[in-house]
Structures are given as structure tokens and as C-alpha cells.
């Protein structure tokens, strides 16, 4: 990419950022002047940094709009999402787009925290060299990493990892320094996903605020305030998983008992059905082909889509319960829409509705006027996808 100057790279960071990028919306998100974007889009357009891709008209009518975006091919990202057993990883282009992608078995478990900075640097590696096979490596500036548990963004450091031993403070830049110049973001899931939705989706683009919920392998959220994530102290923020539900008798992988994610996370919901199906209720689940291990988040929602009662009414009550977290979460911050996103959120057709009721009689009417439900598009590739984009942009920002 060619250097230019300080307006010309905030349009720059701004066409990156924008799920749909135009001159109105490129002016309103830098609360710039269209004559300032129009001077910048134009020494942009002419370097060849950027080019406008289609035409749109607002209903369909009146003077059409450029729609703008990075050329493909001007740089690349890798956005990695670590969980245990698997780290998934994806190569973006400079237009958001996925170029490639590939899936790395890894341990299920972790003895201390010198396994896994192993683990890290070997997944680092391999994705270059996977990248590498694809694109000119010298293209590759920035690597993102979607991890769970207690990260500080800001200063590159996984504080810690329930699911990853005793992993404590492990600064991520200072580990991977071989890889050279390329920008190292880290973020968690959560907050991963939250991005992801921000620089892709129209749907919560007119909302300042707005809270996403990650029903995933653990349970967390991200916190749009002013159309930007808050990190909280350190990056400790969004923790609504360690949240005590009084009913619950599940002990959390971080020692406490009842937390929210033992029933409201993926693994939590499969947990729940388990124990219950142990008692021989009658379902369809138990004609499922592998019943040693608790029915996966997909073979429930088979079995919901096929009328069966106990399924349907055991997430029925799930939903009410995400009902009594919303409503707790509400009545600290109200941020008006809500993003489900996570595996658990392909049941959200049979948990939206007890959520829905539960609100409509815990939550008072004035903090529930700007509340809307949406659904994430759920792809095993979200996590990392959102963490390669903030690797990116945090790229673009500093170039």
C-alpha cells in the first residue's frame, strides 16, 4: 500500500471497518466533512488502495451511491480462534473475504502454561505456512487471535484461560516476536464475535449501543457502547457466564457453583439435556447414534424440529433462564438490540420466545423500548474471522 496522509488513512481504516462503506457512511462514522472524504476517496481511488464496487440507491431511488471497498489483493490477514483440541484459522483479503481456510488438531489438555505457548507458537507457525501456500507471504501484516478466557487487548496479554491449565499473563507479543513486523492482536471470543458482527452485519449498524451474547464453549458478552466495544479494566468485561443462577447445581470450570454457562453455554445446554436424558425421560434423543456422550447442539435442534415435547419444553425453560440473565444485564446496561451468536444460538428459534416473555414481565417497559432480538449467522469460522479483521484494522491504524 502506498503511504498517504492522516485523512486519507482514517478513509482508509474507515472503508476497512464499515460493512457497507459509502460516502454518507464513511463522513458519519469519522464525523468528517464529504468534502474531506471526497478528497481522500479520490487520492485513494487514484493510488489504487481502493475502488468502488457497486452502485446503490437508497428505496430504491434517487441518485445512486458508491459503494466502496480495499482492492482484494492489497494485503492479507490470519485470524485464529484457539479452543481446546482444535484451532481454526482463516486468511482474509484486504476486502473482509475469506481466501482460505483450515482446521489444526490440537491437545484437549494442558499440564502447564509452557504447553501452551508450544501450542500457540506451532499454531502461529503452521497458519503462516499454510497462508504462505496461498498468497505472498510479505502480504501477511497482521494475525488475530480469538482466545477464551481473561484477555487484555491492549496489552497483548492472555491473563488466563480456564480451559488451558495454569496459563497466567502470557504476553502474546513478546512470544511470537520470530514472526516478525506483522500485527499481533489478541481478543477473546466474545468480543471477537462482537467485532465480527460490527464489520460485517447492516443489521445493528444505526445502533450506538447493543450487547452479543456467546453462547459458545463458554458463556460471555460484548459491549457496544458508542459503536465501539468496551474492553473494560484490563479486559476483564462481559463476564455474565460466572453469573450465580441460584437453581443450578453444576460445577463451573472456574470452581464456583451455578454459574450461567454451566446451563446457558453450548457445552452447558448438551450437559443439561445429558443429565436429564440419564433419568430415562422419553425422547427421540435416545434413538441418537452415539448416546455415550451428551446429544450435540445440532442433534437438538433435529429433535426440536421434530415436535419432540421433552426437548422442546426443556429449552423452553433454558430460554426463560437466558430471560433472567438479559433482564440482569439490562437493568446494569441498556443497550437495546441483542445479538445471539455462538453454537448455542442455532436454538434460538425455541429459546427467543421464553426469553421474549421473561423479559415482558421482569424487565420494566422503559428500559425495554429499543429492544430488539437478532441472530448471528452462526459459522464455526466467526471467531476467528472477527480476530484476523481487528488484526487488520489494528494494522490500518497504525500504518
Known amino acids: ?19 457497507l462503506a459509502t460516502r454518507r457512511t464513511i463522513a458519519e462514522y469519522l464525523n468528517s466533512s464529504h468534502v474531506t472524504v471526497n478528497k481522500a476517496l479520490q487520492a485513494l481511488e487514484a493510488s489504487g488502495d481502493i475502488v468502488a464496487t457497486a452502485s446503490l440507491r437508497a428505496n430504491g431511488s434517487g441518485r ?103 496459563l497466567k499473563n502470557l504476553d502474546v507479543k513478546a512470544l511470537l516476536k520470530e514472526i516478525g513486523s506483522v500485527s499481533i492482536h489478541i481478543e477473546d471470543t466474545s468480543r471477537s464475535l462482537t467485532h465480527f458482527q460490527i464489520m460485517t452485519s447492516n443489521e445493528t449498524q444505526t445502533d450506538e449501543h447493543f450487547v452479543l451474547i456467546n453462547m459458545g464453549i463458554g458463556l460471555g458478552a460484548g459491549f457496544v457502547v458508542n459503536r465501539e466495544v468496551f474492553l473494560g479494566n484490563g479486559g476483564i468485561v462481559g463476564e455474565i457466564g460466572h453469573i450465580p443462577f441460584g437453581n443450578s447445581t ?30 430415562g425421560v422419553r425422547s427421540n434423543l435416545n434413538d441418537r447414534a452415539n448416546t455415550d456422550h451428551p446429544p450435540t447442539i445440532r442433534e437438538i435442534l433435529e429433535s426440536a424440529e421434530a ?38 444460538s442455532l436454538l434460538s428459534d425455541y429459546l427467543i420466545p421464553a426469553m421474549t416473555q421473561t423479559l415482558s414481565t421482569k424487565t420494566l ?26 488484526g487488520m484494522k489494528s494494522f490500518l491504524l497504525s500504518s
Open 1 to 19: 500500500m502506498v503511504r498517504t496522509s492522516r485523512s486519507a488513512a482514517d478513509v482508509r481504516s474507515a472503508v476497512f471497518r464499515l460493512p
Open 365 to 390: 417497559p422503559e428500559i425495554l423500548q429499543h429492544h430488539e432480538v437478532f441472530v448471528q449467522k452462526h459459522d464455526g469460522m466467526n471467531e476467528a474471522t472477527g480476530a484476523g479483521m481487528l
Open 307 to 344: 415436535g419432540d415435547h421433552f426437548t422442546r419444553s426443556t429449552l423452553f425453560e433454558l430460554g426463560a433462564m437466558l430471560g433472567d440473565l438479559v433482564d440482569f444485564v439490562f437493568k446494569c446496561y441498556t443497550p437495546g438490540p441483542v445479538v445471539l451468536a455462538g453454537e448455542g
Open 64 to 166: 445512486p451511491s458508491d459503494v466502496f471497498s480495499l482492492r482484494p489483493d492489497s494485503f492479507y490477514g490470519i485470524g485464529v480462534h484457539l479452543e481446546p483440541g482444535l484451532a481454526r484459522v482463516v486468511l482474509l483479503d484486504a476486502e473482509k473475504k475469506v481466501a482460505a481456510n483450515w482446521s489444526l488438531p490440537l491437545p484437549r489438555r494442558y499440564r502447564n502454561e509452557v504447553e501452551v505457548q508450544h501450542t500457540l507458537l506451532d499454531t502461529t507457525r503452521w497458519a503462516f505456512s499454510q497462508a504462505s501456500g496461498v498468497v505472498d507471504r510479505e502480504k501477511v501484516v497482521a494475525i488475530g487471535f480469538a482466545l477464551l478466557g481473561f484477555v487484555d487487548t491492549a496489552a497483548c496479554v492472555w491473563r488466563g484461560g480456564l480451559q488451558f491449565g495454569t
Open 250 to 279: 453444576y460445577r463451573c470450570a472456574c470452581g464456583n457453583l451455578g454459574c450461567a454457562e454451566t446451563m446457558l453455554s453450548a457445552g452447558g445446554m448438551r450437559n443439561v439435556f445429558a443429565g436429564r436424558l440419564a433419568q
